[in-house]
C-alpha cells in the first residue's frame, strides 16, 4: 500500500541485531530507536508543547479511543486535526482504540463487526469498527496510525487467541479499504498471535502481504512471563521486513527499552514514565529516585538533565553508530542495578542469546 514515510538505516550493531535509523515522517524526521511519550488527550501532563519540543522529542502518542470521546470527532474537525488542537508541529502517533478493549474490558462487547464501549465518562455507548477508528484517525491527522485489532490479554490460551489474529487479519483489510489519507498518514499493522510462535508466524506472513508501511507487535506486556515477553519480541524482529520501522507497544521500563533496542525494535511507548512521575517518581541513569523520600527533601538541584527516556534512546542511539552498543548495555545495567544479583534474570537471557554477556 502508499507509504507517506521514509526509512533509512544507517548503522547496525556487529553483535547485537539492533540498528540506528532515521524515519522521516510528514511532519519531520526521527531518529531511531525512539520512545514516545504518550499524552493520551492531546497534552504530556504538566509540559507544554513548547517544553516538550525543548526536550527533542520528536514524536509523541495520542489515543484515539479517549480523543473520540472527548473532545470528539467534530471538534477534531474544526480544529483541523490534532496537531492544530495542540499546538504541536512535531509527529504523532495515535494508537487505534484497540487496547482498550483490554484496559476496559468491562465495558467491552467484542464482535466481528468491532467493538461495543461504555463510556467511563457518561456510560453512553460507542461503536468502534475498523471504518470508525479510521475515520477517527483520519480526522486527528496522526503521521503514524494503527490499524484497530482485536486486542486479548497476553494471559488468554486457547482457542481465543487465534481468534484473535485472524480477526486482526481481517480488520487490517477493512482498515486499508477505509483509510481515506494514505498519502500523508501512514497505517501499520500490529502482529497478533499471544504467546504462540506458530500464530505469530502466521501472522506476520499474512501481515506482510498488505505490505503496510511499517509493523507493530502487539498483545505483549500484559503480565506474561519476561522470557516469554523478549523470545515472541525477538521472533517478531527477525521474520519482519527489515527495511520498515518495527514498533513494540506498551514498552516503556528502561531494562525492556535496552533489551528490546538489542532485539531489533526500533519504536516503543508506554504510560509508565508520565504515570509514575505523578506519583512522585523520578527515572534515572542510577534507577528510580523517590521525591518524597527525606534524604532529598533539602536538594535544590534539577533531578537529571533532561528526559530519561529520550536520553536513554540518544544514548543507543549514539553507542550503535559508534558499534559500541555491548559495552554501553553493561554500563548502563551497572549504573541503573548496581550489583549484578539485581540484574534481572530474564534481561541477562535475551542479551546472551544476542551475543552480549552481562
Not at 503521521?143 to 481465543?160: A, E, F, K, W, Y
Request: glycine fraction near 8%.
Amino acid at each position: 500500500m502508499k507509504s507517506a514515510l521514509t526509512f533509512e538505516t544507517y548503522a547496525r550493531c556487529s553483535t547485537t541485531k539492533a540498528r540506528a535509523s532515521l524515519l522521516t515522517l510528514p511532519h519531520g524526521p526521527v531518529n531511531t530507536p525512539v520512545f514516545m511519550p504518550v499524552g493520551t488527550q492531546g497534552t504530556l501532563k504538566g509540559m507544554t508543547p513548547q517544553q516538550v519540543k525543548d526536550l527533542n522529542c520528536q514524536i509523541m502518542l495520542n489515543n484515539t479511543y479517549h480523543l473520540g470521546l472527548k473532545p470528539g470527532q467534530e471538534t477534531l474537525d474544526k480544529a483541523k486535526g490534532s496537531h492544530a488542537f495542540q499546538k504541536w508541529n512535531g509527529n504523532l502517533l495515535t494508537d487505534s482504540g484497540g487496547f482498550q478493549m483490554v484496559s476496559l474490558l468491562k465495558l467491552a462487547k467484542i464482535t466481528e463487526e468491532g467493538v461495543q464501549f461504555a463510556s467511563p465518562h457518561d456510560g453512553s455507548l460507542m461503536m468502534l469498527t475498523p471504518e470508525h477508528s479510521m475515520s477517527l484517525q483520519n480526522s486527528i491527522g496522526a503521521d503514524i496510525m494503527m490499524q484497530l485489532d482485536d486486542v486479548i490479554s497476553s494471559l488468554v490460551t486457547g482457542p481465543r487467541v487465534e481468534e484473535a489474529m485472524w480477526r486482526s487479519v481481517r480488520w487490517l483489510d477493512r482498515c486499508i479499504a477505509s483509510h481515506t489519507r494514505p498519502h500523508d498518514q501512514n497505517l501499520f499493522a500490529i502482529i497478533q498471535g499471544g504467546l504462540d510462535n506458530e500464530l505469530r508466524k502466521k501472522c506476520i506472513e499474512e501481515m506482510v502481504k498488505r505490505d503496510t508501511p511499517g509493523y507493530a507487535v502487539g498483545g505483549l506486556s500484559g503480565g506474561e512471563e519476561k522470557d516469554q515477553f523478549w523470545k515472541i519480541v525477538s521472533l517478531c524482529t527477525d521474520l519482519l521486513p527489515k527495511n520498515k520501522p518495527i514498533y513494540c507497544m506498551g514498552v516503556g521500563y528502561a531494562e525492556d527499552l535496552v533489551v528490546c533496542v538489542a532485539l531489533g525494535v526500533d519504536m516503543f511507548d508506554c504510560v509508565f514514565p508520565t504515570r509514575t512521575a505523578r506519583f512522585g517518581n523520578a527515572l534515572t541513569m542510577n534507577g528510580v529516585v523517590s521525591l518524597k523520600a527525606k534524604k532529598i527533601s533539602s536538594d535544590f538541584g534539577p533531578i537529571e538533565e533532561g528526559s530519561f527516556q529520550l536520553r536513554l534512546m540518544r544514548g543507543m542511539q549514539e553507542a550503535i553508530q559508534r558499534d559500541e552498543l555491548p559495552a554501553w548495555i553493561k554500563k548502563f545495567f551497572a549504573g541503573y542495578f548496581g550489583d549484578r544479583s539485581n540484574y534481572p534474570v530474564w534481561a541477562i537471557n535475551a542479551l546472551q542469546s544476542v551475543g552480549v554477556e552481562l
